[in-house]
């Protein structure tokens, strides 16, 4: 990503006021340097912002306090532990890498499709040269170099993203085409495809002007806007759902088009949602400011039942469509909605055992599929975890 194209995504995140995205490659070394230096190192994306679902961490933020945080009971009783709700149908996972087609010493997947097929990532030096690729059954394919910072994947293996200048595109049947901007709009952020090729997004324009929008991967220069102007899109289920948010409160939008707000935490001014599968969405709200700064705490809702919960974690990255959370707290974890988890298991030959030294991502709407990252020796390389009953 190049410094012009970091000022452009840095200003449309501005304008557009959705959440910060999922890491991607820029957060991966970004992650690796704080680790070993404690500090921030210059020369790196400062602001990564098409992998699709943002990562709860302490952000630069103004308003007013909010509520503090309620105590954050333990996972599980061992954090090294495997719970399941069934005990007769344990769940075993297995870690193996993905191959990289380039060279790069950042290499991280980032996406998975519903089925857990579509696997899609990164490969880069993480400054200016980052490639996306998309692998098929474990099958490496590099997407034309105007295809940069994918979002998502869908099970017909349709990759859609966002070019460093704002302009929206869908990589599918193995062609690349770009997606419309609505008049009266500058830019906008794609960060979600489902299975019909629906494509949710949002337009942004001057000032702070901005409105959910919906492409199709079948004719990418046509759209729909959702909503009102104030509003924005950040994913979209397989039946059609959008979800996002209006003036600040997370917001559904239905097929139809019918909108209506969802719930925010008891005490908690407002809130916003990231990503959702199947009848789940996560998103964050405000916590308590520190020193300037407000750590984001975790939420999910519901979609089926409208209900909210905060989350006991420092921070969730993804959810399937069973409910289970994808908590990457330095060593990734799966969170069933009963509570029981089961911790994600490294590679044999990776040596490194500091928290960090695995990312984890996207994960399938069946639970079974994680994608992420592994780093050692001063690079990542990407990896997927294949788990089953």
């Given at each position: 990503?190049?410094?012009?194209?970091?000022?452009?995504?840095?200003?449309?995140?501005?304008?557009?006021?959705?959440?910060?995205?999922?890491?991607?490659?820029?957060?991966?070394?970004?992650?690796?340097?704080?680790?070993?230096?404690?500090?921030?190192?210059?020369?790196?994306?400062?602001?990564?912002?098409?992998?699709?679902?943002?990562v709860v961490?302490?952000?630069?933020?103004?308003?007013?306090?909010s509520?503090?945080?309620?105590?954050?009971?333990?996972?599980?009783?061992?954090?090294?532990?495997?719970?399941?709700?069934?005990?007769?149908q344990?769940?075993?996972?297995?870690?193996?890498?993905?191959?990289?087609?380039?060279?790069g010493?950042?290499?991280?997947?980032?996406?998975?499709?519903?089925?857990?097929?579509?696997?899609?990532?990164?490969?880069?030096?993480g400054?200016?040269?980052?490639?996306?690729?998309?692998?098929?059954?474990g099958?490496?394919?590099?997407l034309?170099?105007?295809?940069?910072?994918?979002?998502?994947?869908?099970?017909?293996?349709?990759?859609?993203?966002?070019?460093?200048?704002?302009?929206?595109?869908?990589y599918r049947?193995?062609?690349?085409?770009?997606?419309?901007?609505?008049?009266?709009?500058?830019?906008?952020?794609?960060?979600?495809?489902?299975?019909?090729?629906?494509?949710?997004?949002?337009?942004?324009?001057?000032?702070?002007?901005?409105?959910?929008?919906?492409?199709?991967?079948?004719?990418?220069?046509?759209?729909?806007?959702?909503?009102?102007?104030?509003?924005?899109?950040?994913?979209?289920?397989?039946?059609?759902?959008?979800?996002?948010?209006?003036?600040?409160?997370?917001?559904?939008?239905?097929?139809?088009?019918?909108?209506?707000?969802?719930a925010?935490?008891?005490?908690?001014?407002?809130?916003s949602?990231?990503?959702?599968?199947?009848?789940?969405?996560?998103?964050?709200?405000?916590?308590?400011?520190?020193?300037?700064?407000?750590q984001?705490?975790?939420?999910?809702?519901n979609?089926?039942?409208?209900a909210?919960?905060?989350?006991?974690?420092?921070?969730?990255?993804?959810i399937?469509?069973?409910?289970?959370?994808?908590?990457?707290?330095?060593?990734?974890?799966?969170?069933?909605?009963d509570?029981?988890?089961?911790?994600?298991?490294?590679?044999?030959?990776v040596?490194?055992?500091?928290?960090?030294?695995?990312?984890?991502?996207?994960?399938?709407?069946d639970?079974?599929?994680?994608?992420?990252?592994?780093?050692?020796?001063?690079?990542?390389?990407?990896?997927?975890?294949r788990?089953?009953?």
């Open positions: 990503m190049t410094t012009l194209d970091e000022e452009r995504i840095a200003a449309l995140l501005r304008s557009a006021q959705v959440p910060e995205p999922r890491v991607d490659v820029g957060r991966a070394v970004r992650d690796g340097r704080r680790r070993r230096q404690r500090r921030r190192v210059g020369g790196v994306a400062a602001v990564t912002v098409l992998a699709g679902l943002g961490g302490v952000v630069e933020l103004g308003g007013v306090a509520p503090s945080a309620p105590a954050r009971p333990a996972v599980a009783a061992s954090p090294t532990a495997v719970a399941s709700a069934a005990a007769a344990p769940v075993t996972c297995e870690a193996s890498w993905l191959p990289q087609p380039i060279n010493s950042v290499a991280v997947a980032n996406g998975v499709d519903p089925t857990g097929r579509y696997i899609v990532g990164d490969i880069g030096t400054n200016e040269d980052g490639r996306v690729v998309l692998w098929t059954d099958r490496a394919r590099v034309p170099a105007s295809a940069r910072h994918a979002a998502a994947v869908n099970a017909r293996g349709d990759v859609v993203g966002t070019d460093g200048d704002g302009t929206g595109w869908v049947n193995g062609k690349l085409r770009f997606l419309a901007t609505p008049p009266g709009y500058q830019a906008v952020l794609v960060y979600a495809v489902n299975g019909r090729g629906d494509i949710a997004g949002t337009a942004s324009g001057a000032g702070e002007s901005r409105q959910a929008v919906l492409w199709s991967a079948d004719r990418p220069q046509e759209y729909r806007l959702i909503g009102r102007p104030g509003s924005a899109a950040t994913a979209i289920t397989e039946d059609g759902t959008v979800v996002g948010s209006m003036d600040r409160l997370p917001y559904r939008w239905t097929p139809e088009g019918t909108g209506a707000a969802l925010v935490p008891d005490g908690y001014p407002h809130a949602v990231d990503s959702a599968h199947g009848g789940w969405a996560i998103g964050m709200v405000p916590g308590e400011p520190t020193g300037g700064a407000v984001m705490l975790p939420v999910r809702w979609l089926r039942t409208g909210v919960t905060l989350l006991p974690f420092p921070g969730a990255s993804a399937a469509g069973t409910g289970d959370l994808l908590v990457d707290d330095g060593a990734p974890l799966v969170v069933a909605p509570g029981t988890s089961r911790r994600l298991p490294g590679r044999p030959e040596r490194a055992t500091e928290a960090g030294t695995y990312t984890a991502s996207g994960i399938s709407d639970a079974l599929t994680v994608v992420g990252a592994v780093y050692e020796n001063e690079a990542y390389r990407p990896l997927v975890w788990c089953r009953r």
